[in-house]
């Protein structure tokens, strides 16, 4: 893992930053940011107290020497009969007591989720609120498991409903392909062949309608991936907030309430395969 700037963290989003980071300084009073986040709001993160006693450089000038950068040392190795690792975080350098959204720190998310918290923990900390897109290829290929087994159930049976739409869309054009004796398209020279000697025997209108189920499935996808951080990150803060606020047994209330549920992943991803199948057969 690289280790951080010694004490720094963005302005914007309180991450700790890192070597690899793509940093910016105020030109007023030096607060660094990430270029991500300094863009995001066109200034400085702190331009409210410039020119005050609480301008950034001024407070780190009266700061104790105990509380100054330290040389940056290596983070230690430990030895495994596996070989060496170094510790990790699994908050993705963000601060454990850092808030992701008012009231809600990073070390309540990071309970929440449970699975992959190191990537999921640092985007809930970038996203402002001008700022929803990010990209999420397991939600790219599998829209409605993913959110289901993320236990975004509402949002998993959406995106099941309209992938399901798109395969039933494309089940005539399949049928017909297969009545010409055409399967395997894409990997059988000869059966490419086939198709266009006979594309004039495929009725335009199964076409169409394939491309619409085509083009549904597509939209599916790029909205799941580029949104479904943010409505994950939207999701844990609503469940975190009414566990805190209602819960008897709170850990328990995380256990059940976050986390990743693969069963609901099988069974979104089954869903999608087989019930196109049964509903053209009984159509």
């Known amino acids: 893992?690289?280790?951080q700037f010694p004490q720094k963290s963005c302005a914007l989003c309180h991450a700790y930053l890192f070597p690899e980071d793509d940093v910016v300084y105020c030109p007023e009073c030096g607060a660094p940011?990430?270029?991500?986040?300094?863009?995001s709001i066109g200034k400085c993160a702190l331009t409210q107290f410039h020119g005050t006693e609480n301008q950034y450089d001024k407070i780190k000038q009266r700061e104790p020497e105990s509380q100054q950068p330290e040389k940056e040392e290596e983070q230690p190795n430990f030895e495994t009969p596996f070989g060496a690792y170094s510790p990790i975080d699994f908050l993705g350098g963000v601060r454990p007591d850092s808030f992701i959204d008012d009231g809600v720190t990073a070390k309540q998310a990071a309970t929440f989720v449970f699975s992959n918290t190191m990537r999921y923990i640092l985007k809930f900390a970038k996203f402002q609120e001008n700022k929803k897109i990010s990209w999420n290829f397991m939600a790219f290929?599998?829209?409605s498991g993913w959110f289901l087994s993320r236990k975004m159930y509402k949002n998993g049976i959406i995106a099941a409903v309209f992938e399901i739409i798109s395969?039933?869309?494309t089940i005539p054009f399949q049928n017909t392909l297969y009545n010409l004796g055409i399967t395997g398209v894409i990997y059988n020279p000869e059966m490419v062949e086939k198709l266009s000697q006979n594309i004039d025997k495929i009725p335009p209108n199964v076409v169409y309608v394939a491309l619409i189920g085509g083009i549904i499935a597509l939209i599916v996808s790029l909205i799941s991936a580029l949104l479904g951080d943010?409505?994950?990150k939207k999701h844990t803060v609503k469940s975190i907030r009414e566990?805190?606020?209602s819960s008897e047994d709170k850990p328990l209330?995380?256990?059940?309430?976050g986390?990743?549920?693969?069963f609901m992943f099988l069974l979104g991803y089954m869903a999608i395969r087989y019930i196109p199948a049964l509903i053209a057969a009984f159509i």
């Open 1 to 3: 893992m690289s280790s």
């Open 33 to 39: 940011h990430h270029r991500e986040c300094y863009n």
């Open 141 to 143: 290929l599998f829209p």
């Open 167 to 169: 395969t039933l869309l």
């Open 230 to 232: 943010w409505i994950y």
């Open 243 to 245: 566990i805190e606020s």
């Open 253 to 257: 209330a995380y256990r059940k309430k």
């Open 259 to 262: 986390g990743v549920n693969i």
